[in-house]
């Protein structure tokens, strides 16, 4: 079992940055992939970025490119999400989830643990 904190949510203005961050902790599983979804009032969750915590390779959807950075710290099994230049179509609340198959997928049923979340708003 992991069990993921996720911090770093809160209000934001138009324009200006967030840093989220997820802490996971539990059995040392060698080669997970860590992954922020979000789900934003009245729609499903959907896929943002994932991270695979061996080799740091990562994948960021096609539409947050620019924008949106996964980053990994394996000494603290931590997990970044750093998002510039917010938009009020980002207000979600963003979840950590974890897959220990080592593949990428998109897929939130295919990701095994799951964070609480935090709340993000992008408002003027």
């Known amino acids: 079992q992991i069990e993921l904190v996720e911090s770093g949510g809160g209000l934001a203005q138009p324009g200006e940055s967030l840093r989220l961050s997820c802490v996971a902790s539990g059995p040392a599983y060698s080669n997970i992939i860590m992954g922020w979804f979000r789900q934003s009032p009245g729609r499903e969750r959907e896929f943002v970025a994932a991270?695979?915590?061996?080799?740091?390779?990562?994948y960021v959807e096609d539409s947050l490119k620019g924008r949106f950075i996964i980053s990994g710290d394996n000494a603290t099994n931590t997990v970044h999400l750093q998002m510039n230049n917010l938009r009020p179509g980002d207000t979600a609340i963003y979840y950590c989830a974890a897959r220990t198959v080592p593949i990428f997928t998109i897929i939130e049923s295919q990701y095994h643990f799951w964070g609480q979340g935090t709340r993000v708003t992008v408002s003027s």
């Open positions: 991270i695979r915590q061996s080799d740091g390779h990562s």
